[in-house]
Every structure is written in C-alpha cells, then in structure tokens.
C-alpha cells in the first residue's frame, strides 16, 4: 500500500507530489523536505464521498441554524461563511484532493 503526498513550499505553492510506500519511516517527508508543509492526498476519492463529508458538516452545523432560530437572533456571520463554503465546494474544485475544508469557527 502507498500514500500520495503533496509537497508545500512556505508560498502555498506546490513544488512536488510523491508516491510513498507505507513501509518507510514515516517521518520521511519531514526528513526529506524540513522547511516546506504537506498534506496526504486520498487516492482514488469521489466526489460521492466528498459530498457526503460536505453534507456531514452541514447537519452537524443544523443545530447552530436552529438555536438561532429558536432564540429569535440571527446567525453569526462566520456560520453563515462556513455554510455557504461548504455548499460551494462542488462549484469551486475540480480535483477532490485539492480541497481546503472551511474550518467551523
């Protein structure tokens, strides 16, 4: 079995995407590449498994809507900022590992 990592210089670019078999010390990318960031890429994700994680969120997030509600106030605009991010990922990525999940705040 292998994992996918992309290689992230301190710009936010992408400088280099390797195939790594499991059984290599772990710390490899560190080792390899100290001062750059990284991030696992889930091979062979759908964007049906994308969309049941976005949905996930969203009915998690249901109950802040309906506090608001039952307390008569609107919703924080961070909320709706996290919502509305969540309801645009199929619009605004094309490739499913190239997502950046809103974080809720």
Do not use: G, H
Not at 22 to 31: E, S
Not at 79 to 94: C, E, F, G, H, V
């Amino acid at each position: 079995m292998e994992k996918i990592y992309q290689i992230i210089d301190k710009n936010k670019n992408v400088v280099n995407t390797i195939i790594l078999d499991l059984n290599l010390n772990p710390d490899f990318v560190k080792l390899a590449y100290p001062k750059c960031s990284y991030k696992e890429l889930i091979s062979n994700i759908s964007w049906d498994d994308i969309k049941k994680q976005r949905d996930k969120l969203l009915d998690e997030s249901d109950i802040d809507v309906l506090k608001c509600i039952e307390n008569n106030s609107s919703c924080s605009l961070q909320l709706k900022n996290y919502r509305q991010a969540l309801r645009d990922i199929p619009q605004k990525y094309t490739d499913a590992n190239s997502i950046v999940w809103p974080i809720k705040k």
